[in-house]
């Protein structure tokens, strides 16, 4: 009787992968003693600020500012600190290019679509607006020196998604008319200094979604990070 080869696992979009712990070395640190040494508070909110000032030098997007975030906080041991910041040069090097400046600021779709993916620098406020069609915004990979985003989102008779990095805080505000607003991220660290995005979200007879990556295109994702880590 022949035997059936194994099957590769398949992987399950309801347990997706935690980015977070690419960027933190296998526990409990490295070989040299200092680098096992738990880290303070403190410590990690200096890591948290070198990002902060990271980003402002255009160096991080605000998908790897929020990650990188997270993942400081995570930290135990100053060993991974200093892995999350490996790559950056100390302070006080000179700044590296930021990337151009956003100058789209509004975005809609009229009995239509607009899907928008944003890789420039945000310095200001965005508007969405969705009259009977779809609005889609992808903030993962635009630069954000200020670590905050302000949108203006309106859907009458429409939609508008707006898409953000795992980890980011989300401050909803505005109102619904025979229409949702609806906020699917998970929830940062409580007292955490993670990058904000405020959202004064008005629905009339429509939906305004704020989702993060995890809950954009879960199983796409999870067979994305299956096929990685297969490798």
């Not at 980015?19 to 296998?26: C, E, M, N, T």
């Not at 990095?165 to 619904?176: F, K, M, Q, T």
């Amino acid at each position: 009787m022949s035997q059936s080869s194994p099957q590769p696992e398949r992987p399950s979009p309801c347990r997706p992968r935690d980015r977070r712990q690419d960027l933190l070395p296998d526990r409990p640190g490295t070989d040299a003693a200092g680098d096992a040494i738990r880290a303070s508070d403190a410590e990690r909110e200096a890591v948290v600020e070198r990002l902060r000032i990271a980003s402002v030098e255009g160096r991080l997007t605000f998908e790897e500012l929020t990650e990188r975030s997270e993942a400081a906080y995570a930290a135990v041991t100053r060993g991974e600190l200093d892995g999350i910041t490996a790559d950056l040069p100390g302070m006080g090097a000179p700044g590296a290019n930021p990337a151009p400046r956003q100058v789209q600021r509004k975005f809609s779709a009229v009995m239509g679509d607009c899907k928008e993916r944003i890789v420039g620098r945000i310095d200001g406020p965005l508007e969405a607006v969705a009259v009977m069609g779809d609005v889609q915004l992808d903030l993962r990979g635009a630069q954000v020196p200020t670590g905050e985003i302000s949108i203006s989102a309106t859907a009458v008779m429409g939609d508008v998604k707006i898409i953000v990095p795992d980890g980011v805080s989300v401050v909803l505000s505005g109102h619904a008319f025979l229409g949702d607003r609806k906020v699917n991220v998970r929830e940062a660290q409580p007292g955490a200094r993670v990058p904000v995005v405020r959202v004064a979200a008005h629905a009339v007879m429509g939906d305004v979604k704020i989702v993060d990556d995890e809950h954009h295109a879960p199983f796409r994702r999870a067979v994305a990070d299956w096929w990685r880590d297969r490798k």
